[in-house]
């Protein structure tokens, strides 16, 4: 992963661990259950955004390589990996 997608996306991660430790408070003292689902509404589009720029990622390095440099059987297994990475997003 590139240095500086590795700190942003640890930054992003640390921001969305504490938007969970916040939702768990509001729980605990039982705020209104909008406002909490609106927080969980938060974290998860914080997460997706880190899939997603971790997927591009993977796409531009990861899959490129075993396009460029590797085998016919390296090139499968990344074409796999993503099909059921994409498969399990959709369940």
Do not use: N
Not at 20 to 41: H, K, N, P, S
Not at 44 to 49: F, N, P, S, T, V
């Amino acid at each position: 992963m590139d240095d500086k997608l590795k700190k942003s996306q640890l930054a992003r991660l640390s921001r969305i661990e504490g938007q969970v430790r916040g939702v768990a408070r509001m729980i605990e003292e039982e705020r209104y259950c909008i406002d909490v689902l609106t927080q969980i509404r938060a974290v998860r589009a914080a997460l997706d955004k880190v899939e997603q720029e971790t997927l591009g990622d993977h796409l531009q390095h990861c899959v490129a390589h075993a396009f460029h440099a590797g085998s016919d059987k390296d090139r499968q297994i990344k074409i796999d990996e993503i099909l059921e990475v994409l498969d399990s997003r959709r369940r």
